[in-house]
């Protein structure tokens, strides 16, 4: 089947439409940051960069690290942008842009997102590094594709009666992370977590500045909701739709939370960037 032109959408100099990247631009190994300025941030700690490009929000870099190739790349913020990021991705390894056509043999990418996150548990602190296990998603990304049995249904009926959840939001999906990939991070400095995935960052994860939350209430229930042995342990923007997209595509993913902030107890570090830049270098020791 040889993809329309308006399906797969190119620029001018033969570039995925939104990304603006060639296919020999990106590795394998890609790391995914919210901030394009900390694309930078993660750059610096390679080798050589040999691939500089950015469009919008989405700025990348493609270097070598003690021989080992990685690509970094901004996603901005949320799982509509993640839809953008993961899907442009997998089309740059595996479709043929000159025959419009899906390549036969496929290529799987290991997706490692390095990002900010808040807990909703008093006893994870500030500076800590969460690894998610699991991703609840409130923004509803997965319910546009196909996806058979790929979500943990028995969970989120759980959560839907635990938390009242209203029927005029999107049903919550939960996935999970790539055990294999999750190996290589394994360490006594990381957590594992099961992290909630929001659709915004004020009334969606119960900020009232000017408008009220449409359910104060849920924030309570989000703590104190538990399933067997897991419970949430805090709220982002993307790795519901990273996960998702990567299981749906064949691809693998890890999602490692640099924790900021805690919502029970109120803290924010007090020095985030050397927090954020410990969990970088982590996690480039670890792929390189």
Not at 27 to 51: A, M
Not at 196 to 206: D, E, V
Not at 263 to 282: A, C, H, M, Y
């Amino acid at each position: 089947m040889q993809l329309r032109p308006a399906e797969l959408i190119l620029n001018e100099d033969g570039s995925i439409y939104h990304l603006n990247l060639l296919p020999n631009d990106i590795s394998t190994t890609i790391i995914t940051v919210g901030d394009p300025e900390r694309v930078s941030q993660v750059s610096r700690y390679f080798d050589t960069i040999e691939v500089k490009k950015g469009k919008r929000e989405f700025h990348t870099h493609t270097g070598h690290k003690n021989g080992k190739r990685l690509t970094v790349i901004s996603t901005g913020i949320g799982t509509d942008n993640i839809d953008i990021v993961l899907n442009e991705l997998d089309a740059l390894v595996n479709i043929d842009f000159k025959t419009r056509t899906l390549k036969k043999n496929r290529i799987r990418l290991n997706i490692i997102r390095i990002g900010t996150s808040g807990s909703i548990q008093a006893d994870i602190p500030v500076d800590s590094f969460l690894m998610s296990e699991y991703a609840i998603g409130f923004d509803g990304l997965l319910h546009f594709y196909e996806h058979g049995h790929i979500n943990h249904t028995a969970i989120e009926d759980e959560f839907i009666t635990h938390t009242s959840w209203l029927s005029a939001k999107a049903r919550p999906y939960v996935v999970s992370y790539s055990e294999n990939l999750a190996e290589l991070f394994q360490d006594n400095r990381i957590r594992l977590g099961f992290t909630a995935t929001n659709i915004g960052f004020y009334g969606p994860q119960h900020r009232q500045l000017r408008l009220a939350p449409s359910q104060m209430e849920v924030m309570e229930k989000l703590t104190s909701f538990r399933y067997e042995n897991h419970c949430i342990t805090n709220l982002e923007m993307e790795t519901s739709g990273i996960y998702a997209l990567a299981i749906l595509l064949g691809h693998a993913a890890v999602s490692l939370n640099c924790i900021l902030a805690n919502r029970v107890t109120g803290e924010f570090s007090k020095n985030p960037s050397k927090s954020i830049d410990n969990l970088i270098q982590f996690c480039l020791e670890r792929l390189s």
